[in-house]
T-cell receptor
Framework: EAGVAQSPRYKIIEKRQSVAFWCNPI?????LYWYQQILGQGPKLLIQ????????DSQLPKDRFSAERLKGVDSTLKIQPAKLEDSAVYLC?????????????FGPGTRLTVL | DAKTTQPPSMDCAEGRAANLPCNHS???????VYWYRQIHSQGPQYIIH???NNETNEMASLIITEDRKSSTLILPHAPLRDTAVYYC?????????????FGSGTQLTVLP
């Protein structure tokens, strides 16, 4: 079974530039999450989708971050404009809506460096 | 969600059991204990979860105290590849997918 795919794996940009990350979840997983992981910390949830609707975006800095999940499958996370403090690994995860283990499956992440 | 407390780092000899503690003294009756691990440069990976009974799977065992205020993840005969950050998370589990609130975790280093 294919896992969660993310691209690109690495991205280096200058502050004030824009960047977009792409995620393809495991087939059949209706729930999709984006997390931000700053070096030395645990992942922090940015946004949760169920199908193509937003369940929780309370921790998403909406003045510069946006995310969409058209057609309830792939998702894109965008930062515009980027700040130095946005340097982090951005992780995408997916899960079934309900299941015995309620397990989230994570992709490898995109490492963003803002100069 | 309840907050968890874990030691920042631990060492373990290769082939020996690793016992990782977690304190969750404010856990509610409907909250489960989940363990994930994150190997360097990878995304977190589910290990095991439990409510109040001890659990075992092919990766690890989870021991939850009777009052549910703490738990221990046991990795039997830890190989070098078990070196990772281990996260203990408590979260309600209902019919719908639940969010995970990660702390800083425990960096486990398995030494040769």
């Amino acid at each position: 079974e294919a896992g969660v795919a993310q691209s690109p794996r690495y991205k280096i940009i200058e502050k004030r530039q824009s960047v977009a990350f792409w995620c393809n979840p495991i087939s059949g997983h209706a729930t999709l999450y984006w997390y931000q992981q700053i070096l030395g910390q645990g992942p922090k949830l940015l946004i949760q989708f169920q199908n193509n609707g937003v369940v929780d975006d309370s921790q998403l800095p909406k003045d510069r971050f946006s995310a969409e999940r058209l057609k309830g499958v792939d998702s894109t996370l965008k930062i515009q404009p980027a700040k130095l403090e946005d340097s982090a690994v951005y992780l995408c995860a997916s899960s079934l809506i309900s299941g015995r283990r309620n397990e989230q499956f994570f992709g490898p992440g995109t490492r963003l460096t803002v100069l | 969600d309840a907050k968890t407390t874990q030691p920042p780092s631990m060492d373990c000899a290769e082939g020996r059991a690793a016992n990782l503690p977690c304190n969750h003294s404010t856990i509610s009756g409907n909250e489960y204990v989940y363990w994930y691990r994150q190997i360097h440069s990878q995304g977190p990976q589910y290990i095991i979860h439990g409510l109040k009974n001890n659990e075992t799977n092919e990766m690890a065992s989870l021991i939850i105290t009777e009052d549910r205020k703490s738990s221990t993840l046991i990795l039997p005969h830890a190989p070098l590849r078990d070196t990772a950050v281990y996260y203990c998370i408590v979260t309600p589990r209902s019919g719908s997918a639940r969010q995970l609130t990660f702390g800083s975790g425990t960096q486990l280093t398995v030494l040769p």
